[in-house]
């Protein structure tokens, strides 16, 4: 047998038809396996499959798809519009994805061009190429929700709600999550408390997170004042200065996420600070982000597979057919201690 040639256009059903020396319809039935219910010989059969074997052809799915409704690919959007080099939430996030649909039988349609207008990046989502559609944390003012909210493509939000409650989501439970670290903070005899966030960048969970722990600090007769709420971008190096500086300096800080936490421990460990001794640090997220720092950072763990799976289940489940309902599920979290939280010591 020959190689197939390198060609420029795939090979058609009337070519495999013609080699093998029969009607279009005769090889159509072998190929897509109904031969055995039209009394098509054994020979037929062969003589069909070797000329499909060499010519190399394959059926045109996206053809196959519109005949039969559905083409077991999700499409992946990351309504940050970035992606950023070595973005370890990002890269678990879409390893679970990939995991789960494929568990399920989707392949996974990850866009990546992020230059098209609002409709143009709508029409590619809404095309056809997909049965659904996981979009992961858009901003209320997403231009895409309202588009999406009026069409028939199935939707699913991850680590969003959809204020409308049209679009139905999937998020890890971030009032319980930071209800856990202000009770732990509290039990601990943690009084001073501040919290650092990254202004000046698209880091959208960054203050709803740290109103969470004010709230909840409230109810249990703390407080986190606003001027100890500071951005680790404009001041960087100096965050750990500025705050022991203070006449009573924080025993605990909360970092919106572990990136943010891990570089704060590098900090400590620069300016000779002992964690936890001197200073609890907390993350959010549960992710060991690279760091010199010996120390595990404490933080609000996310279980990123239980995300993905719950997501790209309810995504099926519209897209099936077996629910119509709007739904908002959230996912448990866990604060994990870690090394860097403990109780404040007679010397903080």
Same mark, same amino acid.
């Given at each position: ?19 093998? /020396? ?12 109904k031969a055995s $219910? ?28 519109? %005949?039969? /409704? ?13 992606? $950023? ?5 990002? +890269? ?12 399920? /039988? ?20 809404? =095309?056809?190429?997909? +049965? ?8 209320? #003012? ?8 009026r069409s028939r ?18 998020? #890890? ?23 650092? @966030? ?22 249990? =007769? ?30 605990? @800080? ?18 000779? @600070?002992?964690?936890p001794a001197q200073?609890?640090?907390? !993350? ?7 760091? $010199? ?25 519209? @897209? $099936?057919? +077996?629910?119509?309902?709007?739904? #908002?599920?959230?996912?448990?979290? %866990? ?6 939280? +403990?109780?404040?010591?007679?010397? !903080?």
């Open positions: 047998m020959s190689p197939p040639s390198r060609r420029k256009s795939r090979a058609t059903l009337d070519e495999v038809a013609r080699r093998a /020396g029969v009607s279009r319809t005769t090889a159509s039935l072998v190929l897509s396996g $219910t039209h009394r098509i010989s054994e020979e037929t059969h062969r003589r069909v499959k070797q000329a499909a074997q060499e010519l190399d052809y394959s059926p045109n799915l996206l053809v196959r798809s519109l %005949q039969r /409704g559905r083409t077991h690919v999700l499409s992946f959007f990351n309504a940050f519009r970035l992606r $950023t080099v070595n973005d370890l939430y990002m +890269d678990r996030l879409s390893t679970a994805i990939e995991r789960a649909a494929g568990k399920l /039988g989707y392949d996974v349609l990850v866009h990546c061009d992020f230059s098209r207008p609002p409709e143009e990046t709508y029409r590619f989502l809404n =095309g056809g190429r997909a +049965d659904g559609l996981l979009l992961f944390a858009p901003l209320p #003012d997403d231009p895409l929700l309202p588009l999406l909210r493509l199935p939707v699913v939000l991850i680590n969003a709600r959809d204020s409308a409650g049209v679009l139905p989501s999937v998020r #890890d439970d971030a009032e319980s999550g930071m209800k856990q670290v202000a009770e732990a903070l509290v039990t601990m005899g943690h009084r001073s408390i501040a919290a650092v @966030i990254e202004e000046g960048s698209d880091f959208r969970d960054a203050v709803p997170r740290v109103r969470l722990l004010q709230r909840y600090l409230r109810t249990l =007769g703390s407080d986190l004042p606003e001027h100890r709420i500071v951005s680790y971008w404009s001041e960087k190096g100096r965050v750990l200065q500025n705050l022991l500086r203070e006449t009573e300096p924080p025993t605990a @800080i909360f970092c919106w996420r572990d990136w943010l936490a891990y570089r704060l421990l590098e900090d400590c460990d620069h300016v000779g @600070i002992e964690v200073l609890s640090v907390i !993350g959010y997220d549960g992710l060991h982000w690279p760091a $010199t720092t010996r120390h595990i950072a404490a933080s609000v763990h996310v279980d990123l597979d239980a995300l993905a799976e719950a997501a790209v289940h309810l995504l099926h489940q519209y @897209i $099936t057919g +077996d629910r119509e309902d709007y739904a #908002d599920v959230a996912i448990p979290v %866990q604060l994990r201690y870690g090394t860097t939280l +403990d109780r404040v010591h007679a010397s !903080g």
